[in-house]
């Protein structure tokens, strides 16, 4: 179904805030190549196209395989601030204004790359992004659930001298069967730190990851968490305790959790009353930046102005923003949805 002119138009000017978004699947493959070229990193592919043939995923897992090789041509303080940079340009172009990122450390340490490397490049392209776009961001660090508590920890620990750099604590990699219980007290520390805690939950696993990482991880926002109408007492849960999710639409069409975006569940969650939100999750990946996902959405599940409206609201609240800007930007979302 194509979309509605007034649609698009709205879609364009709605300020727009990303809560899902991994910062290593922001790398397109002509960066990779760039990257690849600079450090002698031999690919296993002979050109762009043939990168961007071979995404073609059928899972999670089969995509995660990907994303960690890609990773490997991230190697120096330069790489991260190139590869934030690029997609700080890419989101204001699409009206972002502001972004909390996720970045997996320990895909980095365990390659030998130093945390103070993977801080300070973000850390000089987030205040390039302030400076040049007014756009702002902040750093949510993920553990990576197929590794062990124990590497948590560890991770967290190392990330210490850098506490007041990241915001929050996150959880992702491959789901199934790594349920968040196998984080609770990892995330409790986290907690204890002042950090703000999310997790990656029902996106392949069932909806009782939802109810853990509500219950054991006390997270404040479910990234993903589609699978929640498998159980009609936590989707009344969610609406109930205003609890965001931040859906990744076209991420979940690539990686099949659903097969057509005609078949998502997001305009149903939307309508009985569950916050979620519009992200692009791994972009450079799944073919779509936010205003893409945005765009899709409306036009597979036939969202209106005000429902759309209502994203790009819902996104504002659930950030991690102090009130005074929280409340700024939703005046400002409000005043162009008056002006569409
Ligand atoms: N799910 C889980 N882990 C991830 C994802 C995702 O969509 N993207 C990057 N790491
Ligand atoms: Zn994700």
Do not use: W
């Not at 000017?13 to 290593?24: A, D, M, N, S, Y």
């Not at 390039?128 to 702002?136: E, V």
């Not at 209502?310 to 102090?322: G, H, I, Q, V, W």
Request: glycine residues 6%.
């Amino acid at each position: 179904m194509p979309l509605d002119p007034s649609l698009e138009r709205l879609i364009r000017r709605l300020p727009k805030v990303e809560l899902h978004l991994h910062i290593e699947g922001t790398l397109e493959p002509e960066m990779m190549f760039a990257l690849a070229g600079k450090h002698g990193v031999a690919l296993p592919y002979d050109s762009v196209e043939a990168v961007r043939r071979a995404y073609a995923f059928h899972d999670l897992q089969s995509f995660l395989d990907l994303y960690y090789a890609g990773c490997d041509v991230l190697r120096d303080r330069r790489d991260f601030y190139t590869l934030a940079m690029a997609y700080f340009a890419r989101a204001h172009a699409d009206n972002v204004v502001h972004a909390e990122l996720f970045f997996d450390p320990q895909t980095h340490t365990a390659r030998g790359i130093p945390l103070e490397v993977v801080f300070g490049g973000l850390r000089d392209a987030m205040e390039d992004a302030q400076r040049r776009y007014g756009l702002t961001s902040e750093l949510i660090l993920c553990f990576l659930r197929h590794l062990s508590e124990e590497d948590a920890f560890a991770t967290l620990d190392a990330a210490l001298p850098f506490r007041s750099e990241f915001i929050g604590v996150g959880l992702d990699s491959g789901e199934r069967g790594n349920p968040p219980s196998k984080f609770e007290r990892v995330f409790a520390k986290a907690r204890d730190l002042g950090l703000r805690p999310v997790a990656h939950a029902g996106e392949e696993g069932p909806a009782a990851y939802i109810h853990e990482a509500l219950d054991l991880l006390k997270v404040e926002r479910i990234d993903h968490g589609v699978r929640c109408d498998e159980d009609p007492a936590l989707v009344e849960r969610l609406a109930r305790d205003h609890i965001p999710l931040t859906v990744c639409p076209l991420s979940n069409l690539k990686l099949c959790v659903v097969k057509d975006l005609a078949d998502h569940n997001f305009a149903a969650l939307l309508r009985r009353g569950v916050a979620v939100t519009i992200n692009s999750d791994d972009p450079a990946y799944f073919g779509g930046y936010i205003a893409d996902n945005y765009r899709a959405t409306a036009a597979a599940t036939g969202l209106t102005a005000a429902e759309l409206v209502t994203c790009a609201e819902n996104a504002a609240r659930a950030s991690f923003l102090p009130t005074p800007a929280r409340d700024g930007l939703l005046a400002q979302i409000r005043a162009e949805a008056a002006r569409a």
